[in-house]
């Protein structure tokens, strides 16, 4: 597992040096990650050795890297009323979008899935 978390901080690493060095105003954890998926994407083989182990660790435990952002949440209370339509607004809208934008990844890929699944499946019975 140490591995794999050492995997994705040197990712994270050389996104942050790509974003601070070029100037793109795209954070460098999201370079990172986008550099991450392009890797595995060439490697031919599976997930290196503790990268899973390490993804899944960390997804288990996404839930408590949101509690900075909830505590400081409660200190917006000084913004002005005008402005609250527009926080919540953002907040609904982004959600939504994410929402049906997961909605149909998964569903692109799980399309994908059966359609290899459905090829091989032929092969194996024209052998």
């Known amino acids: 597992m140490l591995r794999g978390l050492l995997t994705l901080l040197l990712f994270q690493g050389i996104g942050e040096a790509v974003a601070q ?8 954890p999201v370079i990172g990650m986008i550099l991450l998926f392009l890797a595995l994407q060439l490697r031919s083989k599976g ?8 993804s899944h660790f960390l997804i288990r435990w996404l839930s408590l890297m949101f509690i900075p952002a909830c505590v400081g949440f409660f200190f917006l209370a000084s913004i002005e009323t005008n402005q609250w339509f527009a926080i919540i607004s ?20 799980l399309m994908k899935h059966l359609l290899i699944k ?3 499946k032929s092969e194996v019975h024209n052998q």
């Open 90 to 109: 953002v907040v609904v809208l982004t959600t939504l979008v994410t929402m049906i934008a997961t909605a149909l990844l998964m569903k692109y890929v």
């Open 21 to 28: 060095f070029s100037g793109i105003p795209i954070p460098g």
């Open 118 to 120: 459905q090829q091989l």
């Open 47 to 54: 997930l290196p050795f503790g990268l899973g182990e390490a």
